[in-house]
Antibody
């Protein structure tokens, strides 16, 4: 059974960097058949896909247009996990952040427990 | 404002059927057979209920079914049960520039 365990701070100051990690069990971050994403959810923006990392003989990353200039998603094969970094955060980035596995065409089948990240001074 | 349009709320009595609509455009729902539906209970992560418009993951009751016509996808829940009360979100692949879009969510109340 695939399990995703998130970790990271719940409070980030404006203009700083939001960093979260997602540890994977029951699957491999290097799997050739799935991809690993971050999705956030807020009352104002609803569910919003942020980006993905996946391995198909080499590593690929894709990001949502709305955050493309500020986001990095990195795999860590030594720890079987992946991470999210979102730079220059503002209060609009306050949301519950989920790490998610997807298979096929964006079928988000396994979710982390969610982390409420508040951007406030 | 979400890219896909869903009704804010629907309701039904136990045993009845309800249908939740999800309207997009020819760039997302209408252009690809890659619509998925998620159930979310309060304080929990979303759960995949339907994928590729009509397919059910293992373990999802066959009371849940999906369909699509043109730019509108639908989730139908038959034989409503109390535990079906939740928020439901649709999601669609939207091409290699936007990638994926979500609906704003529908709150299902079981009366």
């Amino acid at each position: 059974q695939v399990q995703l365990q998130q970790s990271g701070p719940g409070l980030v100051k404006p203009s700083q960097t939001l960093s979260l990690t997602c540890a994977i069990s029951g699957d491999s971050v290097s799997s050739n058949s799935v991809a690993w994403s971050w999705i956030r959810q807020s009352p104002s923006r609803g569910l919003e896909w942020l980006g993905r990392t996946y391995y198909r003989s080499k590593w690929y990353n894709d990001y949502a247009i709305s955050v493309k200039s500020r986001i990095t998603i990195n795999p860590d094969t030594s720890k079987n996990q992946f991470s999210l970094q979102l730079n220059s955060v503002t209060p609009e980035d306050t949301a519950v952040y989920y790490c998610v596995r997807y298979s096929g065409w964006f079928n988000f089948d396994y979710w982390g427990q969610g982390t409420l990240v508040t951007v406030s001074s | 404002q979400s890219a896909l349009t869903q009704p804010r709320s629907v309701s039904g009595s136990p045993g009845q059927s309800v249908t939740i609509s999800c309207t997009g455009t020819s760039s997302d729902v209408g252009g690809h057979n890659y619509v998925s539906w998620y159930q979310q209970h309060p304080g929990k992560a979303p759960k995949l209920m339907i994928y590729d418009v009509t397919k059910r993951p293992s373990g999802v009751p066959d009371r849940f079914s999906g369909s699509k016509s043109g730019n509108t996808a639908s989730l139908t829940i038959s034989g409503l049960q109390a535990e079906d009360e939740a928020d439901y979100y649709c999601c669609s692949y939207a091409g290699t520039y936007t990638y994926v879009v979500f609906g704003g969510g529908t709150k299902l109340t079981v009366l």
